[in-house]
């Protein structure tokens, strides 16, 4: 069937239904972050590494996803398989609702998570179908936006359902939103023509299983330690199942993801570079509830309200980002981006309990404008490089990237911040048995003599010292990554051509 929204319902419509799409399941990645230290006093008693697998188990299972997913919707229909993402999206968030202690919680953020990879490829796919060159840039940018921008409306409804409600209103308030999303899709979404072919499922095990033990391995080793058999098993499976994938994926003539379509300079910077903001703008996003509620005393609505800031700074970022690009190029600009985003975490470095809001909120709001910026570059390069008939599996790569990037993120703040923590607790919550979160420190405070009234301080300055050195690592990362992409992205969109073959995606 032809692309394009069905007769008499204009594409603005059909724009909106993808956007809303899009705000439910990456919004529910940093609205989850607000929940933090409600979840943690709550009756459930998560520890930090609990709390860090609650937010990254459902990203994790989404990043892993997301290429079969693209590749599934381009052969089998991309409007059923979003219909399909949605309605599993649903159930996992019923799940979470009902979650009667923090395991149940963990999967049904992963079945979440599985629907999200079906939703967030194919609501790219079906956008930018049929268009021709310049609507197509002008789609990709306002999905990209949307991607980034998710996020801080996430904080602003999920605080708003934690403040009124619990973290399980938040999940509660999920599932309608998300129903009338499904009828919206169902309605007005154009049915894109397939592409058919297999959907090679050996090579989507191959790839999910190890691209999934991968980020486990990551995730756990700073907690379980780098040489534990956990975390030395994951990476070990890890590079065996990514080998026999690659080795299959070679040697198929219709590949799921061809390994050799990261010769071409747009993908490989595009990849590097979407993976790495992502990595620094929601490793911040995991500490901002945080910050805003145990240091600045705000309600989990408060603190949504006041990362408003960055949905400005992010709708401003692609306007930016085209004019950096006039004047510096396609690689001065996303380079530009980059190093803005890493300016904007070494600033919130600074913050403490006596920190204006207003400094806070300036290193936010650079943040998220240096990802702005970059990320619709970014964004196009990658699809520009690759055949449209592949537009599904292209936006299940670049959707891997960010959330692979948002998982690592999470994991190395969240670890960071708990390491530092518990080291520069006050003497009376120190030792082997230290709580790992401010609730359970807090918690502690209240069975000591007077209630510890006089060590409070202490527990948010430690806090505060833990946000200070994740940030910094998370500035110095970024910066350095913007090197290698400048110097990979090439100073047009065009990828280069695989020797002997057309890469296939």
């Not at 499922?201 to 700073?222: E, H, Q, R």
């Not at 600045?296 to 970022?317: C, D, E, Q, S, W």
């Amino acid at each position: 069937m032809n692309g394009g929204p069905p007769p008499g319902r204009p594409r603005a419509l059909v724009t909106c239904a993808m956007c809303l799409c899009v705000t439910l399941v990456v919004g529910m990645v940093s609205a989850v972050n607000l929940a933090i230290p409600d979840l943690s006093a709550g009756p459930l008693h998560p520890s930090a590494g609990a709390v860090v697998w609650v937010v990254d188990g459902y990203v994790v299972v989404f990043a892993c996803l997301l290429v079969p997913a693209g590749a599934v919707a381009d052969r089998r229909g991309r409007k059923g398989v979003l219909l399909c993402g949605m309605a599993v999206f649903v159930a996992g968030s019923a799940v979470c609702a009902a979650a009667p202690h923090v395991g149940v919680l963990i999967a049904g953020r992963m079945l979440s998570g599985v629907g999200a990879a079906a939703v967030l490829p194919s609501t790219l796919a079906l956008l930018v179908d049929g268009l021709a060159d310049g609507p197509r840039r002008r789609a990709i940018a306002v999905w990209a936006a949307m991607t980034g921008l998710a996020a801080v409306l996430g904080n602003v409804g999920g605080g708003a359902a934690i403040q009124y409600g619990s973290w399980r209103a938040l999940f509660v308030c999920v599932v309608p939103v998300a129903l009338g999303a499904l009828v919206l899709v169902a309605v007005v979404a154009p049915r894109a023509a397939r592409h058919p072919g297999p959907v090679a499922p050996v090579a989507a095990v191959l790839f999910t299983g190890g691209f999934l033990a991968l980020l486990n391995g990551i995730v756990s080793g700073p907690q379980d330690g780098w040489l534990s058999p956990w975390v030395l098993g994951s990476l070990a499976a890890a590079g065996l199942l990514l080998a026999g994938w690659a080795r299959r994926e070679l040697r198929s003539a219709r590949p799921l993801l061809d390994p050799r379509v990261f010769a071409r300079p747009a993908v490989r910077a595009g990849a590097a570079g979407m993976a790495v903001l992502f990595l620094g703008m929601f490793g911040l996003f995991y500490l901002n509830g945080q910050y805003l509620q145990y240091a600045k005393g705000y309600g989990p609505f408060g603190a949504g309200v006041r990362l408003l800031p960055m949905a400005a700074a992010l709708l401003a970022g692609p306007r930016c980002g085209l004019l950096l690009e006039r004047w510096c190029g396609r690689r001065g600009a996303v380079a530009g981006g980059m190093l803005v985003l890493a300016a904007g975490l070494a600033t919130v470095s600074a913050a403490d309990a006596t920190t204006p809001y207003a400094l806070y909120a300036a290193g936010a709001g650079l943040t998220a404008l240096g990802c702005g910026t970059a990320t619709p570059l970014l964004s196009h390069a990658m699809m520009a490089a690759l055949p449209p008939e592949q537009a599904g599996v292209g936006s299940g790569l670049q959707s891997l990237t960010r959330e692979s990037g948002s998982a690592l993120g999470i994991a190395v703040t969240g670890t960071l911040t708990a390491a530092v923590f518990t080291a520069r607790l006050p003497e009376p919550l120190a030792g082997p048995d230290a709580p790992t979160t401010v609730a359970a420190a807090q918690a502690a405070l209240r069975g000591l003599p007077g209630g510890g009234a006089g060590l409070r301080t202490a527990v948010v300055t430690a806090f505060t010292d833990g946000l200070h050195v994740a940030t910094l690592v998370l500035a110095a990362g970024v910066a350095v990554a913007a090197g290698a992409v400048f110097r990979w992205m090439p100073r047009e969109a065009e990828g280069v051509r695989v020797p002997g073959r057309r890469p296939n995606v």
